[in-house]
């Protein structure tokens, strides 16, 4: 694209006395006409025309022109306007065009108490200006530059706007306090309120996109000084019923909200609170339908529960209960889905549909774990489009509601209520939507894992769509009863697996499921009997790994997605996969990397894996990392072949079995435990011992605690042998008998109460060896030369012969070699790698360095200059450095390009 002879071209046009539609300043950019969305707005007698530009699915840029009139309309009116319409519609960054030229702005930002905007480029310099508007190109704005060049060049904005979902979250949260703070039943109150605002959610969406003029404004509720009027309120509401359709408005309950409230809610659904400057109202057909649906699932994603009252102090202060805030999310395992993931699972499930049936038929989608219906809304979003460009007369809309098409279930009422009220705003941006449908019959309240309890429902569905609860197997309720009904529901499960083994009994012969899961499913061992039983009934089309990058704002959980397809009967199995692995998440518009064919290596990788089939975790490896998997297994050999890798040791009640010594004797010492208690103990059954913990690279181990260790020669010692032996210690571990014997791992496993739950073996304990944290940001390994030490927690590594013992410490502790293990290794939130021994016994080591001695005494003396240098910094980054080129060096000969 040459940008100057676009502009040239935009220049000489308007000279010439037109002023360029929108559409052609946003192609001058380099924008395509697929990813544009025209809209005339208008408000307080002006009138524009815009263009919204789209990357992927999200709102990127606005495009802006005034619409010309007899009269001339104020510039700086039109700008704010243009603004105020970006903010509507979740756009960021605007560009508005008139006779003076083209002036950028930002809807998000504000300068004192008007938009921000940046200094107008004229016609007559807008080439000569074209780096200032190359930024506002779909690439540009992908990375964010926009930001970046304003903040550099000119003035940085004095407030910052929340974009209007959380706005209007911020100004009902605020109104459900003071209503529950002020009412005598907190749980009819927040019942009444959640149903008036999905009421008046839907009626200002009819009103503002004209659809019911029968239906009176609910601005008319308010009296003299915005007094409620409740009669008024009610006319709109039975003019709803009447003209709009839907058991929303069936029933009309208000006595438990004060009338203040009612009017406040009503109020602030017309006027932004902190855009009051130029009389600015709210448009509500210029918001998009699942920005409203996301401003209503925030509300309810916390809930309000009463406190017990505090002392009243003042006689005459009115009655008031406190009230606190829970997270339901957190609670149950619930989050909420970006509409990136909605909208790629249902295009990409979509897609794969229609690539075995006729454009015709209509797929019967199902989401049993529903929250918001923000995927449902997804599907409808996909298959409107699609459907229209069969016949544009039809009602499809109607037809899909109609014909059971969408479906969604949900355990929880408010959130059937969400979903309901996201179709209805989905479904009222359609050509004559009204009346709007009934969705009691579709979107139901039921137990996603219990079909009995959705049986109203179709019997078998084409798409299962859904992000269940991520919930750890100690969080699950009746876990019995689901692992009598579940193959999956073994050993510690995620109960988000349950979901994923429905949705390959709920769907179709030739059904499809996309959906949100942990990404453990790909790797951890305990979800084997999951991936056993989805690749053994299914092929997987897509799978996406984000890593540890946060999808899920404000939560620690680790995520991916699969699409997977029902393998037809006699059919051969798939061989191949597309995997995406995401590195890092852009700030915005990652659907455009998701869905594009291109690969921005800084944000995700993208390639063909072959496809996985059993309980076996996924080794999900490009063509090349395989090519290099094969190299490396010539060169090498596991570390698991020259050592031992194994676990440290579990006691299942440290502050008992691990000591710290007061008083100092022969036989006999002074200990402390970790509950704070002293006593004497015989010193025989002490060992000394570090935590895994407490490990770092290279560090000198000290030690200053003590474990109790009731093992002689690896048997437990009986209470008569300790009574014998050690009486003074048995009559410690006495004093802590009911805490010992009720220890889980203790009771189910058959050992004594005074046993440790992992004792592990006194030969390698004993033993010279490597040890490493379990969590780290590269391998981490410590020497304990003496083997002198036990470990509680962590990994060691033994190795079959001594001699080798400092050339392995320095080998794996090297950069090359980190950044393999990383590639196996589950990764957490800060660049943290788990390091357990199923990762570390798979270490590729040289086969030179058991068959070269030169090579291994100088890996040694290398490894010894960085051990030498660990108290000054520079020296240390130095030696460091020279070690991992040289085994840079040597990996390098072998065909193993690691990188140092």
């Not at 930002?109 to 938009?115: A, C, I, L, T, V």
Request: with cysteine.
């Amino acid at each position: 694209m040459d940008l100057s002879a676009n502009l040239e071209t935009l220049r000489s046009e308007v000279l010439d006395g037109g002023l360029p539609a929108p559409g052609r300043l946003a192609a001058a950019l380099g924008w395509e006409a697929q990813d544009l969305g025209a809209k005339n707005v208008a408000q307080g007698g002006i009138e524009l025309q815009t263009v919204r530009g789209k990357i992927g699915f999200q709102s990127a840029a606005l495009f802006a022109s005034p619409v010309k009139t007899p009269e001339i309309q104020p510039h700086s009116e039109a700008r704010r306007l243009a603004a105020f319409y970006g903010y509507h519609a979740s756009t960021r960054w605007g560009l508005f065009a008139d006779d003076n030229g083209v002036t950028p702005f930002n809807s998000h930002w504000m300068s004192q108490d008007d938009w921000y905007l940046l200094p107008t480029i004229g016609w007559n310099e807008i080439v000569d200006r074209q780096k200032e508007l190359s930024v506002f190109q779909p690439k540009r704005l992908l990375h964010g530059e926009a930001d970046k060049a304003a903040l550099k060049e000119f003035t940085a904005p004095t407030r910052l706007l929340q974009p209007v979902d959380d706005e209007l979250v911020e100004r009902l949260d605020g109104w459900r306090e003071t209503a529950l703070r002020e009412s005598s039943s907190s749980a009819n109150v927040d019942a009444q309120l959640q149903t008036l605002f999905a009421k008046l959610f839907v009626l200002r969406t009819i009103e503002d996109k004209g659809l019911a003029p029968e239906v009176q404004p609910l601005i008319r509720a308010f009296g003299e000084g915005r007094q409620l009027e409740q009669s008024e309120l009610i006319k709109s509401f039975e003019g709803a019923r009447n003209y709009v359709g839907s058991e929303l408005f069936d029933r009309i309950e208000l006595d438990a909200i004060p009338a203040h409230v009612i009017s406040g809610v009503i109020y602030d659904l017309y006027y932004p609170s902190r855009i009051g400057a130029y009389n600015h109202r709210y448009n509500f057909s210029w918001i998009d339908s699942d920005v409203l649906g996301l401003a209503y699932e925030k509300y309810l994603s916390t809930i309000l529960s009463p406190k017990a009252p505090s002392r009243q102090l003042d006689l005459f202060q009115g009655e008031t209960t406190d009230v606190e805030r829970i997270s339901v999310r957190k609670a149950g395992g619930v989050y909420y889905t970006p509409q990136y993931l909605t909208r790629y699972l249902a295009s990409s499930s979509i897609d794969e549909f229609y690539k075995t049936n006729d454009a015709t038929k209509f797929p019967k989608i199902i989401d049993f774990a529903c929250g918001s219906g923000s995927f449902l809304v997804s599907a409808l979003d996909i298959l409107l489009p699609r459907l229209k460009a069969l016949d544009s007369t039809r009602n499809w809309a109607h037809e899909l509601i109609e014909g059971g098409c969408i479906s969604g279930v949900d355990v929880d009422e408010k959130a059937v209520t969400v979903a309901r009220l996201n179709i209805w705003n989905r479904l009222a941006e359609e050509p004559d939507p009204l009346p709007l449908p009934n969705l009691s019959k579709v979107i139901v309240q039921g137990d996603g894992l219990d079909v009995e309890s959705w049986s109203g429902l179709s019997d078998s569905f084409d798409i299962c769509l859904g992000n269940p609860p991520f919930l750890a197997t100690s969080r699950v309720a009746d876990r019995e009863g689901l692992e009598h009904k579940f193959s999956s529901a073994k050993g510690r499960y995620d109960f988000s697996y349950l979901f994923l083994e429905q949705a390959t009994q709920v769907t179709a012969p030739d059904g499809i499921l996309g959906m949100v899961m942990p990404n453990r499913l790909f790797r951890n061992k305990n979800a084997g009997p999951i991936r056993a039983l989805l690749t053994d009934r299914m092929d997987i089309k897509e799978l996406i790994d984000f890593g540890s990058n946060e999808v899920f704002e404000g939560t620690s959980a680790y995520v991916g997605c699969v699409v997977a397809a029902h393998r037809a009967l006699l059919a051969p199995e798939v061989e191949h996969l597309d995997v995406v692995e995401v590195k890092e998440l852009p700030e915005r518009y990652i659907s455009e990397l998701l869905l594009s064919e291109d690969t921005e290596e800084r944000y995700l990788k993208r390639y063909s894996a072959s496809h996985p089939r059993g309980p076996g975790p996924w080794m999900l490896l490009s063509y090349e990392e395989k090519l290099e998997q094969i190299r490396i297994s010539e060169a090498s050999l596991p570390l698991s072949e020259l050592s031992a890798v194994v676990q440290g040791i579990r006691t299942g009640a440290n502050d008992v079995f691990i000591l710290e010594i007061e008083d100092e004797g022969d036989e006999f010492v002074g200990v402390r435990n970790g509950l704070g208690d002293s006593f004497v103990l015989e010193r025989g059954l002490l060992e000394p011992v570090v935590f895994g913990s407490e490990i770092s690279r290279y560090a000198d181990l000290q030690y200053n605690k003590y474990l109790l260790y009731p093992y002689k020669s690896g048997v437990c010692l009986s209470e008569t042998e300790l009574e014998e032996s050690f009486p003074q210690t048995l009559k410690y571990l006495k004093s802590y008998r009911t805490i010992l014997a009720n220890r889980t791992s203790i009771k189910s496993s058959g050992l004594r109460w005074y046993e440790l739950v992992r004792r592990r073996d006194e030969t390698w304990l004993r033993a010279p060896k490597l040890l490493i944290r379990d969590l780290a940001r590269e391998t981490s390994f410590s020497v304990d030369e003496a083997g002198e030490l036990f470990m509680v927690g962590g990994t060691a590594v033994v190795p079959e012969s001594d001699d080798m013992l400092i050339a392995l410490l320095g080998y794996l502790n090297s950069g090359p070699i980190s950044k393999l293990v990383k590639r196996t290794t589950p990764e957490f939130r800060g660049g943290f790698q788990k390091f357990e021994p199923q990762h570390l016994q798979k270490i590729p080591v040289l086969r030179r360095l058991l068959e070269d001695e030169e090579f291994m005494e100088d890996l040694i003396v290398l490894t010894n200059r960085v051990i030498a240098s660990s108290a000054n910094a520079s020296m240390r980054d130095a030696a460091n450095s020279e070690l991992d080129a040289f085994v840079s060096t040597a990996l390098a000969a072998a065909g193993i390009e690691a990188g140092a």
